[in-house]
């Protein structure tokens, strides 16, 4: 981080901002200019009181050098990428197998999680999903989830789920709402607690989850940019939390003919530039359309996800929430067994990825003499 600080700056008003950083233990570098001073940083500036700091007198700005997001940043070097494993239940998500979590919208009925769970299993993927209270855009919309009306209705919607789970061995993925929740979602054993999509943003929410073991897939909100979305993740994880999961969900943008925008570029810079998290590629909130979940839940596996999240429903034409993204089981079959073909294609073709920090010194040596050889002499 460098403290910019203004034209007009006395040299007490610099010598206060050194000593206020001195003593909230960073070192300092200063760089004198003609017309501006600049203060480097030096230490774990997550922990830096950046608001305090741009209050005091003759401060112009702050000017970060590294990225605000640690524990979700990239590790490793280019070329030889460190990425983190997540475990749902028994499931290893981000390692040599692609995870398929799948399930319907939301959980309607005991016959209906169970017979969605037997759907699910038979198809070959990994977790179940559903969701117990949902977020509905209009408050006429008649259905907030079989959990909506009281803590016993949750409770015994989370039974539900859990119960279909484990009868097919299945571990179970159910949003929370609400930070006050998350302890009646630990208890009933959910196993993976999914942050949607209106929640991407919910400092109370993300707080509380930094205390949970269990592990979490945060949805990224539809209209943050990509380092906004990963300083609300690095939230959950500002503790030390570490087991948690990505999520490209679509984004808005003028393109109204999905109900989202699948942001790929997003998935493919989390995967090979930004972060060591699995990620996860929703291509059923990201469309919104049956008839595309498939192209584009292939295509974001290719991009770099290693979890795809697909809702399916016994009868997609009957379901109370999302039923027109819902893929009928037949549809849902076929692509697991896509899915599948194009994970074993993606972990092939992956040696023949490499990144321009492999290549960029050789041709920095050639540009004279290649700048000679195109343009000629300068
Ligand atoms: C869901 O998973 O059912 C859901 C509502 O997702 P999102 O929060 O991404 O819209
Ligand atoms: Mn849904």
Redesign the pocket.
């Known amino acids: 981080m460098i403290v910019k600080m203004s034209r007009r700056a006395t040299l007490d008003e610099i010598a206060a901002v050194e000593e206020r950083l001195h003593g909230w233990g960073y070192k300092t570098g200063k760089m004198v200019g003609e017309e501006i001073t600049l203060i480097g940083v030096y230490g774990d500036i997550t922990r830096l009181p950046t608001g305090e700091l741009q209050e005091m007198g003759g401060v112009d700005g702050l000017i970060p050098i590294s990225k605000a997001y640690k524990r979700v940043a990239q590790k490793g070097a280019p070329g030889n990428l460190l990425h983190s494993a997540v475990r749902i239940g028994n499931v290893e998500v981000g390692g040599e197998e692609l995870t398929v979590v799948a399930g319907p919208?939301s959980v309607e009925s005991e016959a209906q999680i169970m017979e969605s769970a037997r759907l699910v299993k038979a198809a070959g993927a990994n977790a179940l999903r559903g969701?117990v209270v949902k977020y509905r855009s209009s408050p006429y919309s008649g259905w907030e989830g079989i959990g909506a009306n009281s803590e016993e209705a949750l409770r015994n919607g989370l039974q539900l789920i859990v119960k279909a789970g484990r009868e097919f061995d299945l571990p179970t993925v159910v949003e929370v709402l609400d930070a006050n929740d998350v302890s009646i979602y630990e208890d009933l054993g959910v196993d993976c607690i999914q942050v949607g999509e209106p929640n991407s943003k919910n400092q109370a929410l993300l707080n509380r989850l930094r205390e949970t073991s269990l592990p979490v897939i945060h949805k990224r909100g539809n209209s943050l940019d990509i380092e906004a979305y990963l300083l609300w993740v690095e939230r959950i994880m500002a503790g030390g939390k570490e087991n948690v999961i990505l999520c490209e969900r679509g984004i808005v943008s003028p393109n109204k003919y999905t109900r989202n925008t699948l942001d790929l570029g997003g998935i493919a810079a989390f995967h090979y530039q930004l972060s060591c998290l699995p990620i996860a590629v929703d291509a059923?909130?990201g469309t919104g359309l049956r008839d595309l979940v498939h192209p584009l839940t292939l295509a974001g596996i290719m991009a770099g996800a290693s979890m795809v999240l697909v809702?399916t429903h016994p009868n997609p034409l009957i379901a109370k929430?999302?039923g027109f993204q819902g893929l009928f089981p037949q549809q849902f079959d076929h692509l697991v067994n896509a899915c599948q073909q194009v994970w074993a294609l993606r972990r092939s073709i992956e040696p023949l990825y490499t990144p321009s920090a492999a290549w960029e010194q050789e041709y920095e040596i050639r540009m004279p003499s290649d700048k000679k050889r195109f343009f000629g002499a300068s």
């Open positions: 919208c969701g059923s909130h809702e929430s999302d």
